[in-house]
């Protein structure tokens, strides 16, 4: 498994491409927001000058989702934030939106972590395979944010959407249907 405790480092060249140094091949920024997606953190570094790139290219990240219509940051948060970089002073913004995100992923693994204690079907056989379908789920419909997801292997192949995908997705959502009607009967 690949080493998650350090960040990814991305080296980018004069040529302004980007050097993935794990695995000794270029990327794009797609695959940058794919690394990041799956859990890992990176650090892009100018290898001429030293300087870090990683907040300008994660913002180009952004910029480029919400330019095809990817939208998640509603109109009047984007409005906040510049005038947060506009106002006079300490905005106290970068903090809250910290914080915000801290309590979204702990809540996450809080939920992912109740399922087996909190949960009675813990006990049925072939509850740590739902389970592991449900985590699955969970990490599909959240783009892979929050705590307590592991990143592949280091040689796996990425995911690409394909109808093999939105199959297992439609099959994980028909059982997890099926679990909430068991759960209903028990009730």
Do not use: C
Request: a negative charge; charged letters at 25%; hydrophobic letters at 40%.
């Amino acid at each position: 498994m690949a080493n998650t405790a350090s960040p990814l480092l991305i080296k980018r060249y004069a040529s302004r491409r980007l050097y993935n140094t794990e695995t000794s091949d270029y990327v794009t920024l797609e695959d940058i927001a794919g690394f990041i997606r799956d859990g890992r953190e990176v650090q892009i570094i100018d290898l001429k000058s030293g300087d870090d790139l990683t907040r300008q290219y994660l913002l180009q990240i952004i910029a480029e989702h919400e330019s095809r219509g990817e939208s998640v940051l509603p109109v009047d948060v984007l409005n906040d934030l510049v005038r947060s970089y506009m106002s006079p002073g300490v905005s106290v913004v970068p903090e809250f939106l910290k914080a915000s995100f801290d309590m979204l992923r702990d809540g996450q693994s809080k939920v992912i972590g109740n399922l087996s204690t909190m949960n009675p079907m813990s006990k049925m056989p072939g509850f740590e395979a739902m389970q592991a379908q449900q985590e699955a789920f969970m990490k599909a419909m959240t783009g892979g944010m929050g705590a307590g997801w592991t990143a592949p292997e280091k040689d796996a192949p990425a995911a690409a959407p394909t109808a093999e995908t939105n199959e297992d997705l439609d099959a994980i959502k028909q059982q997890l249907a099926d679990l909430q009607e068991k759960l209903s009967k028990l009730s």
